[in-house]
C-alpha cells in the first residue's frame, strides 16, 4: 500500500518535514512492514510559462520542430525564454510548464541549456510523462486541459504536487483495514498518539429511492451469503471529459494507480481513502433495477478488459434484466461502462463475502484494486459514507448534481462480541499488563469494551473483520503497546534430549552428498500432469485451487523437479552439474473426502473428520540426485571424468552407510531411465529406490545432454530397517590379499547376483568384491558376457598368504559354476 503523505496528513497529525521513512519507521512499530519511498525526486526551477509564438522549422532528417519563445516570469532580463520543442499539440496563448536550466525531473533527468538544431533551448516544455503526472506521452501538458489558468512564473511544482512523495508499506493478509489511507492513518496514530480524524466523519450522507434492487442467493459458499450489503446512489448531469485536477492525478500516481477519466478516477480516488471499492455504471446503459444473484449454467460475461469470461456457478454476479453486468467485487462489465458520453451515473458500494469473491478472482485469474480488499475484508459500515463521498466529488469536480435516485440492501447481522479475560493477555504474552492498558488498547483500536468483574466484553469493530478469539484482542495488546516490552529469552532445550534418529540421519545422508559435491536444492512440489508422469506416478493429488492451472498436481517424484532444474541452470551456462533434493512426495488415497464441512458453532462429526483423515495422502521422505556434464574437470596431469551411473551407485551406497546398512544394485528399467543403464536399489531384499541415466529421449526432450544421471530412494523405507543404533565396524590391521576374477556368464546373469555368490563362495576370508568391467566383445561365446571383479582377501589374526587367498577365489568360482554355469575366464 503507497501513502502519499500529505493524503495522510489530512486525517492525522504528521510532523513538520516529515520523510516516507519517518513515516514507514512510525508503522513498522505497530506491525506493518517497510516496503521503499516513491516520489520527492524532482526539484525546481520549474514554473508556468506562457507560449507567446513559435516557428516551424522541417529539418534535413524530416522532422518538423518548434522554436519557441515562451515567457516565464512577468518581467525582467530573462522573462521570455527560447526553447526548441518537438511536440505539435500547443498553441500561441497556452499556459504550460517549462523547466528551466538546473532542474531534476524523476529519474534524476537534469535540464540545462544546449545547442540543439541550430539553437540554444534555454530549457524544457514538458509533458505529464516527464514530469511523473502519467505514463501517457501525448504531447505537451497544458494546463488549461486540467482546469487550470495560474499567474506566469508561478511555482508549478507547488501547484501540480510535484513535491508529493509517498510512503510504501506491505499489508499481510489479516490486516485489510490498512489497504486505505483511513486505516494507515489509524495506525500512524496508534504508533505516534497523534491526533486522528476518521475521513468518514468528514463525510455529508445522502441517501435516495426508487431504484429496484433485488439481492438473491441460491447457492451460498459454506453457509454465508454472497452480499451482506448494497448502496446505490444516482448522479445526474456529470460531463466525463471534465478535467481530473493535478492534485488527484498526482495522488492516484503515487498510490500506484494511472488517470483514467474523472468518474472512474473518483471512484479509485475514494476506495483508496475510505477502503471501501466502489463502481459506477452508465445510468442510461442499465436495463431496468439491479439484482445480485449466483450465475447460472452457460451464463458469459465481457468484462472491462474486453475479455469474455465462462462464468462459474459459484460466481456472484451483478445483473441488470438484461443479464450480466459485472462479476461481483472482482470487475465490471464492459456494456454499462462509463464513457466520454456518460452524463449520469450509477455509484454502487457493497459489502460482499470474502471467500466468494477470493475464489472468482483466482478462478478468472483476474486480480484487481477491489477483489484484493473485499478478499481481506471490508468494513460493512463504510458503504454509504464512500458513496457519498464519490457523490460528492461528482458534484464538486465533474459539475454532477444528486437525482435522488438509490436503494439499500443490509443483511441482519450483530456486531461480534469476544469475552476476553482481563488476565489472559499477561497469560499468553507473558508480560505483565495491567487491566487499564488492556481495556485502553481495545479502545484506542475502536472497539467498545464492557468489564464485568475479571472478564471484558469486547465488541469489535466493524473495520476489523480478522478479530475473531480473544487470542486475537492479545495480539493487538501486544501489538499497540509495543513488541519492544516482550522480554527476550533463549529456551533452554531440556537435559537429555538432541536430535532424533531420524533427524540424525537425515543429517548424515545430506552431510555426506553434499561433502562429496552435491549441492541442495528445493523445488516446488507443483508438477503438471505431464511432467509427474516421467518417472510413473500411479495415483496423484490434484489441486482445487492451484496457483498455476497448468502446474496443478502434487508430486510424486522428486526428479521431475530435478530435471527441470537442470534445464533451467544449463540454460544459464551450468555445464557441470550436482543436484540433489530431499522433501515429501504425495501420493494419492483411493478414499473420497467430504465435500462439504459444517460451519458456524456445529462440530463435524466422527465419520466426517474419519473421512477425512483417511483422505489426506501419504506423503513420504524421499531423497533424489541428478548429475551431468564432468565429475571431475580436466586439469593439468588429470583427464576429465564423465559423471553418469558410477556417481549415482556411489551416493546410494553412501546414504545406506549413513543408516548403519549396507545395499543391493540389481538390474532393472524403471520408467524414465535408460533402459540398459539402470538399476533398482535393495536394501534386505526390500526395493528402496532407483538408480542409473536417464531416458536419453526423456532428456532430449528437456535440452539435456544424452547422459545424465540420477537416483531416487525413499528415506522412509531406509529409515524403517536402520538399526536403532549404529556399531562401527571392526578395523582390520592385517594386510589384505589382492585377485582379479573373470567369469564368463549368460547374459541374463546379472553382476548383482554373480557377486553375491562370489561372496558366498570365497567363504568369511573375502573382505569385498566390486565389479570392474562388463565385457561383451566379438570373441566370446554368443549369448555370453565376461565380468570381472577385483576381490580383496583378509584375515583378522594373520597375513595371507596368495595361496590361501587362491582356494577361496577357486570356492567362489566353484559355486558360481554350479548356480550359473560360470567358467573362469583365464
Known amino acids: 500500500m503507497r501513502i502519499p503523505l500529505s493524503w495522510l496528513g489530512e486525517f492525522v497529525e504528521l510532523p513538520d518535514n516529515a520523510t516516507p521513512h519517518d513515516v514507514m519507521a512510525e508503522l513498522v512499530k505497530v506491525g506493518l512492514e517497510e516496503e521503499g519511498a516513491h516520489g520527492g525526486d524532482l526539484s525546481g526551477p520549474i514554473v508556468v510559462g506562457e507560449v507567446l509564438e513559435f516557428v516551424e522549422e522541417e529539418q534535413s532528417n524530416g522532422k518538423t520542430i518548434r522554436w519557441c519563445q515562451v515567457r516565464v516570469a512577468e518581467s525582467g532580463d530573462e522573462a521570455v525564454r527560447g526553447i526548441v520543442c518537438g511536440a505539435r ?9 517549462v523547466t528551466l536550466p538546473g532542474a531534476t525531473l524523476p529519474g534524476g533527468f537534469q535540464i540545462a541549456a544546449r545547442k540543439t538544431y541550430g539553437h540554444v533551448s534555454d530549457g524544457m516544455i ?15 501538458l497544458r494546463l488549461s486541459t486540467i482546469g487550470l489558468d495560474p499567474i506566469v512564473g508561478t511555482d508549478a511544482i507547488e501547484l501540480l504536487g510535484l513535491a508529493e512523495s509517498a510512503a510504501e508499506v506491505n499489508v499481510t493478509p489479516d490486516r485489510g483495514y490498512c489497504l486505505s489511507i483511513r486505516g494507515i492513518a489509524r495506525e500512524y496514530s496508534h504508533a505516534t498518539g497523534s491526533k486522528f480524524t476518521d475521513p468518514k466523519d468528514l463525510v455529508a450522507l445522502q441517501a435516495g429511492t426508487g431504484f429496484k ?13 454472497g452480499c451482506q450489503g448494497f448502496f446505490v446512489l444516482g448522479v445526474d448531469g456529470i460531463d466525463a471529459k471534465a478535467p481530473v485536477p493535478g492534485w488527484m ?12 477519466s474523472i468518474a472512474v478516477d473518483i471512484t479509485n480516488y475514494v476506495m483508496l481513502e475510505l477502503g471501501q471499492p466502489l463502481h459506477a455504471y452508465d445510468a442510461a446503459k442499465l436495463d431496468g433495477g439491479i439484482s445480485v444473484r449466483r450465475a447460472t449454467s452457460g451464463e458469459k460475461l465481457q468484462t472491462l478488459d474486453e475479455k469474455v469470461r465462462d462464468l462459474h ?3 456472484l454476479l451483478i445483473c441488470d434484466e438484461s443479464g450480466p453486468i459485472g462479476l461481483a467485487g472482482v470487475m465490471g462489465g464492459a456494456r454499462t461502462e462509463v464513457s466520454d458520453t456518460t452524463t449520469s451515473v450509477l455509484l454502487e458500494a457493497a459489502a460482499f463475502d470474502p471467500i466468494s469473491i477470493a475464489r472468482s478472482a483466482r478462478r478468472h485469474k483476474l486480480p484487481s484494486e477491489a477483489s484484493k480488499r473485499f478478499e481481506r475484508g471490508v468494513d460493512s459500515e463504510i458503504g454509504k459514507f464512500a458513496a457519498a463521498r464519490a457523490a460528492q466529488l461528482l458534484v464538486e469536480l465533474a459539475r454532477g448534481k444528486l437525482n435522488g435516485v438509490g436503494a439499500e440492501f443490509k443483511a441482519e447481522s450483530s456486531p461480534r462480541v469476544i469475552e476476553l479475560p482481563l ?50 484482542l ?12 516482550i522480554p527476550v529469552r533463549i529456551p533452554v532445550a531440556p537435559p537429555g534430549t538432541g536430535l532424533t534418529p531420524r533427524q540424525q540421519f537425515r ?11 552435491f549441492v541442495e536444492v528445493l523445488n516446488y512440489p507443483f508438477l503438471s500432469s505431464e511432467q509427474n508422469s516421467w518417472f510413473g506416478k500411479g495415483k496423484v493429488v490434484t489441486l482445487e485451487n492451484a496457483m498455476q492451472s497448468e502446474f496443478s498436481e502434487l508430486r510424486t517424484s522428486l526428479l521431475p523437479g530435478l530435471v527441470l532444474a537442470a534445464a533451467r541452470n544449463l540454460s544459464r551456462g551450468t555445464s557441470d552439474l550436482a543436484i540433489i533434493e530431499e522433501g515429501s512426495v504425495f501420493l494419492g488415497s483411493s478414499a473420497e473426502a467430504v465435500k462439504e464441512l459444517p460451519v458456524g458453532n456445529q462440530r463435524p462429526t466422527k465419520e466426517m473428520l474419519d473421512s477425512l483423515n483417511a483422505s489426506i495422502p501419504e506423503q513420504p521422505r524421499h531423497i533424489a540426485g541428478l548429475v551431468l556434464g564432468d565429475w571431475i574437470s580436466q586439469a593439468p596431469g588429470q583427464k576429465s571424468i564423465e559423471a553418469g551411473y558410477p556417481q549415482m551407485v556411489q551416493a546410494a551406497e553412501s546414504i545406506a552407510m549413513a543408516a548403519g546398512l549396507t545395499c543391493e544394485i540389481r538390474q532393472a528399467s524403471p520408467e524414465g531411465f535408460h533402459p540398459g543403464r539402470s538399476a533398482e536399489v535393495l536394501i534386505n531384499s526390500v526395493v528402496v529406490g532407483f538408480v542409473g541415466e536417464l531416458d536419453p529421449a526423456l532428456a532430449s526432450a528437456n535440452h539435456l545432454p544424452r547422459r545424465v544421471g540420477a537416483f531416487e530412494l525413499n528415506l522412509e523405507s531406509i529409515f524403517a530397517q536402520a538399526p536403532e543404533v549404529l556399531s562401527a565396524k571392526e578395523l582390520r590391521i592385517m594386510p589384505a590379499a589382492t585377485q582379479d576374477l573373470s567369469l564368463l556368464v549368460e547374459v541374463s546373469v546379472s553382476a548383482a547376483d554373480l557377486a553375491k555368490v562370489i561372496a558366498e563362495g570365497a567363504g568369511d576370508l573375502l573382505e569385498q568384491v566390486s565389479l570392474v568391467d562388463d565385457y561383451r566383445g566379438g570373441n566370446l561365446p554368443e549369448g555370453q558376457k565376461s565380468l570381472t571383479f577385483a576381490l580383496k582377501f583378509r584375515a583378522a589374526d594373520r597375513t595371507l598368504t596368495q595361496a590361501e587367498a587362491t582356494t577361496a577365489r577357486d570356492g567362489a568360482v566353484a559355486l558360481a559354476n554350479q548356480r550359473f554355469g560360470a567358467t573362469q575366464r583365464v
Open 89 to 97: 499539440n500547443f498553441f500561441v496563448g497556452d499556459k504550460v510548464v
Open 249 to 260: 492525478v498526482n495522488r492516484l500516481k503515487l498510490a500506484g494507480m494511472r488517470s483514467i
Open 313 to 315: 456457478s459459484e460466481d
Open 474 to 485: 492479545v495480539e493487538e495488546v501486544a501489538r499497540l503497546i509495543g513488541y519492544d516490552q
Open 507 to 517: 543429517r548424515r545422508t545430506l552431510s555426506s552428498l553434499t561433502g562429496s559435491g
Open 213 to 225: 434492487l433485488e439481492i438473491s442467493d441460491s447457492a451460498p459458499i459454506h453457509g454465508v451469503q
Open 126 to 140: 514538458a509533458s505529464s510523462r516527464e514530469l511523473g503526472l502519467s505514463d501517457e506521452h501525448e504531447g505537451i
Open 423 to 472: 488476565d489472559y493477555p499477561t497469560q499468553l504474552v507473558g508480560v505483565e499488563y495491567s487491566k487499564d492498558q488492556v481495556v485502553n488498547t481495545l479502545t484506542q483500536i475502536g472497539a467498545v469494551v464492557e468489564v464485568s468483574g475479571s472478564v471484558a466484553k469486547v465488541q469489535v469493530p466493524s473495520w476489523r473483520p480478522d478479530l475473531t478469539h480473544k487470542t486475537d
